[in-house]
Every structure is written in C-alpha cells, then in structure tokens.
C-alpha cells in the first residue's frame, strides 16, 4: 500500500511525499464479536457474541531523519495538525494500485503519535508510530448506484461484486431514494437473498414527496424530515455478496434509487 489520508475538506495527507520518511505496517487483523461459554456439568460450550467484526487497529511505524530538531519537528507538527478534530471525519486510501485500489477508503480515527528522538552522527533521527484504527472495519468502494421502477411482486437483481477484477464484496447498506407515481400508503420492501424486509406506511406519500431510508445509519427521512416512524414492521435491509433479489409489493408503482458502497476486506 501506499497511502494517502483525506480529511472531510477533501485535503490530502500523502505519507509517501514526505521527504526522508519511510514508513512500514502490518496488515490489521480482522476479529469478530464471537467467544465460546462453556457450559456447566456438560461438555464443551456454546458460541455467544452477534458475528459482526470489531473495528481494527492499523499502527504505522516511521522513521524520519532531518538535519536539525526544527526540520523534523516541523514534519510531526504536519502531521498532528492534519488530523485536527475539526477536520473529521477521515478516510485511509491507498494508492498503490490505481486500477482497484486507489478507489478504495476505509474510515479511521487518529490516536495520536508517538516520536522518539535521537541522534546520530550527522542527522536527527525520528522513530516512532502512528496510531490509527479503521473503525468499518472495510475497504469501500465509492457509491454505485442503480435505480428501477417498480411494480407489484416485481423482482429487481443487483450485484455488488467487482466483477471486473472478479472480487467479491463482504456486504453493502444501500441509501434508498423512493417516489411513487399515485399516493401510496402501504409497501414492503424485501432482499429475497437474505429475507431482510421493511414495510413503509405512510398515508401522505404522494408524486410530490420523496422517502430516503438509509439502511447504513438506521435513519428514514420523508421530504428531509427524520420520520422513523414509517417503518411500522421488519428491520433495514443490507446487501450480500453476489447478486441480491429486491422485491416490491405494493401499489401503484414506485422508482427506487439505491446508493451503495461495496465493502471488501482487503
């Protein structure tokens, strides 16, 4: 990897442009929210925990060298004022690949850093580590998106594999923009691959009003106002590896636009 930090202005932090920084890493562990119990006068034990990853840590360990305190000093001053806490949220990117990975980001938070000073016989050297942590814990690819006029009982494919490089995606929480052709008070809306359905009921929902339920957040706007209220049964749906079947029931007819970022562990 070669990698670059984005802070929320779109500023760019590129570790490789530094002069006489070299940096290395480990590739973070993925862990999931899984332990065994054992059981008590029987044997073995029982798996306990909801199967989702934990966050990742991604330390990165540097050395710098530079003719004076001041040189290096001004480097790891860069560095810590980048990741300013009025600049969150931040994305890691890598740029290694342009082809596939110079698309990818994964979210982070900044811990801090820790310099330790020596010198040598000619230079100041710097050794120390950058602590960050991916919080997802993937690599995203920017948003996709795909939209499709619905009617009753129709069935709608959408894969969020990266069938060009033959990759496939871990899962996607996909952005729905909805809009109907008639008033519509009443229709469900199912992931037939994994049987994740939400129901939306609202007696006001007209051609004139539009419905974003952001399966990523948990969050359902109606016109821009926060109405969680119109999912009245099921839970937020989310996308699987490969092909998902979405099926509409209700009427009149719908468009739905979803927005989605394919997740890859990578």
């Known amino acids: 990897m070669r990698l670059q930090f984005i802070d929320k202005n779109n ?9 006489n920084f070299n940096y290395t ?11 065994i119990v054992e059981r008590l006068s029987i044997d073995g034990g029982y798996e306990t925990g909801d199967h989702t990853y934990k966050s990742r840590k991604f330390p990165i360990s540097f050395t710098l060298t530079a003719k004076t305190d001041l040189e290096f000093r001004k480097i790891i001053n860069n560095i810590v ?3 300013a806490s009025n600049k969150r949220p931040f994305v890691m990117r890598d740029t290694d690949n342009p082809s596939l990975l110079s698309n990818m980001e994964a979210k982070i938070i900044f811990g801090g850093i820790k310099p330790k000073f020596k010198e040598g016989l000619e230079l100041r050297v710097c050794q120390g580590e950058i602590d960050i942590e991916i919080i997802s814990p993937f690599f995203e690819y920017p948003a996709a998106v795909v939209a499709n006029t ?6 709608f494919n959408i894969n969020i594999d990266d069938v060009v490089n033959n990759i496939k995606a871990y899962n996607a929480y996909p952005i729905m923009t909805i809009t109907t052709a008639s008033l519509n ?3 469900s809306i199912t992931n ?3 049987n994740l359905s939400m129901r939306l009921q609202e007696n006001n929902f007209t051609p004139s009003d539009t419905i974003e339920v952001d399966c990523y957040n948990g969050q359902i706007k109606l016109n821009n106002q926060i109405k969680n209220r119109i999912m ?4 937020f749906i989310k996308f ?5 079947a979405i099926l509409y029931q209700g009427t009149p007819d719908i468009t739905i636009s979803f927005s989605y970022r394919s997740r890859f562990i990578l």
């Open 192 to 194: 037939n691959t994994n």
């Open 232 to 235: 009245t049964s099921g839970s």
């Open 150 to 155: 619905f009617s009753n009982n129709e069935i």
């Open 240 to 244: 699987e590896s490969g092909s998902n």
């Open 11 to 19: 500023s760019v932090l590129d570790l490789n442009t530094i002069s």
């Open 25 to 35: 890493y480990d590739f973070p562990a993925l862990e999931l929210r899984n332990s």
């Open 185 to 187: 008070n009443d229709f």
């Open 81 to 83: 004022v980048f990741f």
